[in-house]
T-cell receptor, first 114, second 117 residues
Framework: SAVISQKPSRDICQRGTSLTIQCQVDSQVTMMFWYRQQPGQSLTLIAT?????????ESGFVIDKFPISRPNLTFSTLTVSNMSPEDSSIYLC???????????FGSGTQLSVL | AQKVTQAQTEISVVEKEDVTLDCVYE???????LFWYKQPPSGELVFLIR??????QNEISGRYSWNFQKSTSSFNFTITASQVVDSAVYFCALSEVEIQGAQKLVFGQGTRLTINP
């Protein structure tokens, strides 16, 4: 199984600022994803973090708002830019290994925007 | 488009009762995967099961069992003799065929299960 470390675990931010969330995996993974879970809601895929190239965003999410980096096979960052209260959510990193049936999730970053 | 529906928003039962969580899905793919995840109060998502669309055998793992019926596009989850530790939000999810070794999941809305002592 994967050990996924997400930092920070929670943060309270002011409107208009940006927060970068880090996701570190203990081994090389095939793919990394970022999900959002709004309060009391389900998980929605934001984007696939591609190693060495631009992330692939899902409908409704754009790079200017959620820039993503993945410089290597074990690390990725998600930035929530120009935050508003509507961005208050849990952000989760998930990883997958080629040939492995499971998608592993980090413990999430709980973001509150005032 | 793929869609997962968990019609039960919240369920509350007394300990030791059996409880079934419903999951209905929509997809145009002939090959797909179905998942159940558990999200306890700590927040992390715990993988429970993956089932591919060609395998309609029911599965049992201890007190947990899953009933996959392609004819009704359902993948229901039953907990037998429930325990307080089973209290969590349970998500059903669907993914397209594995691409480049990855899984992109579409999640249902989740069912909040509360087991009362």
């Amino acid at each position: 199984s994967a050990v996924i470390s997400q930092k920070p675990s929670r943060d309270i931010c002011q409107r208009g600022t940006s927060l970068t969330i880090q996701c570190q995996v203990d081994s090389q993974v095939t793919m990394m994803f970022w999900y959002r879970q709004q309060p009391g809601q389900s998980l929605t895929l934001i984007a696939t973090a591609n190693q060495g190239s631009e992330a692939t965003y899902e409908s409704g999410f754009v790079i200017d708002k959620f820039p993503i980096s993945r410089p290597n096979l074990t690390f990725s960052t998600l930035t929530v830019s120009n935050m508003s209260p509507e961005d208050s959510s849990i952000y989760l990193c998930s990883v997958a290994y080629r040939g492995n049936e499971k998608l592993f999730f980090g413990s999430g970053t709980q973001l509150s925007v005032l | 488009a793929q869609k997962v529906t968990q019609a039960q928003t919240e369920i509350s039962v007394v300990e030791k009762e059996d409880v079934t969580l419903d999951c209905v899905y929509e997809t145009r793919d002939t090959t797909y995967y179905l998942f159940w995840y558990k999200q306890p109060p700590s927040g992390e998502l715990v993988f429970l099961i993956r089932r591919n669309s060609f395998d309609e055998q029911n599965e049992i793992s201890g007190r947990y069992s899953w009933n996959f019926q392609k004819s009704t596009s359902s993948f229901n989850f039953t907990i037998t003799a429930s325990q307080v530790v089973d209290s969590a939000v349970y998500f059903c999810a669907l993914s397209e065929v594995e691409i480049q070794g990855a899984q992109k999941l579409v999640f249902g809305q989740g069912t909040r299960l509360t087991i009362n002592p």
